[in-house]
């Protein structure tokens, strides 16, 4: 779900916040995009509304990146028990104009797959950014 529509406090607004500063202190061009998902009734059908999804846009296609966009998923769960709610996992993306590139996903295994892939040292910054994103929600 848009991270913008999943701001219910002060608290979960810093932590949106506290993300976006972690994405750009890895990657400083980018500009983030808290509304990534368009509001039509298709689109809404495949929203995670346990998720916080932001968009990170650069300023042109990155070869290093192999990608213009990245959309990073942040996934919770709520448990029944006792009302808690975790980070699960950090899911990202990238796209050019082309489509998506790539994939990379920390519940699997935490390896990218696509087509094209970013550098390995893009991929050590994405996994340092996903890293400090699980110690932001569950720390």
Same mark, same amino acid.
């Given at each position: 779900?848009?991270?913008?529509? +999943? ?58 990146? +192999? ?5 990073? +998923? ?66």
């Amino acid at each position: 779900m848009n991270a913008a529509e +999943q701001v219910k406090n002060f608290e979960l607004a810093s932590k949106i916040a506290a993300v976006v500063n972690l994405f750009k202190l890895q990657f400083p061009d980018a500009r983030a995009d808290l509304k990534p998902w368009v509001n039509d009734p298709n689109t809404q059908e495949l929203v995670d509304p346990d998720s916080i999804d932001i968009g990170f846009h650069f300023p042109g296609w990155s070869r290093s990146l +192999q990608s213009r966009s990245i959309l990073v +998923q942040i996934r919770f769960h709520e448990d029944p028990l006792d009302g808690s709610r975790r980070a699960i996992g950090v899911e990202s993306a990238g796209y050019n104009h082309q489509g998506q590139q790539w994939r990379f996903s920390t519940v699997e295994n935490w390896r990218f797959v696509g087509a094209t892939e970013p550098v390995v040292e893009v991929q050590d910054k994405l996994k340092t950014f996903c890293q400090q994103t699980f110690e932001l929600f569950n720390g």
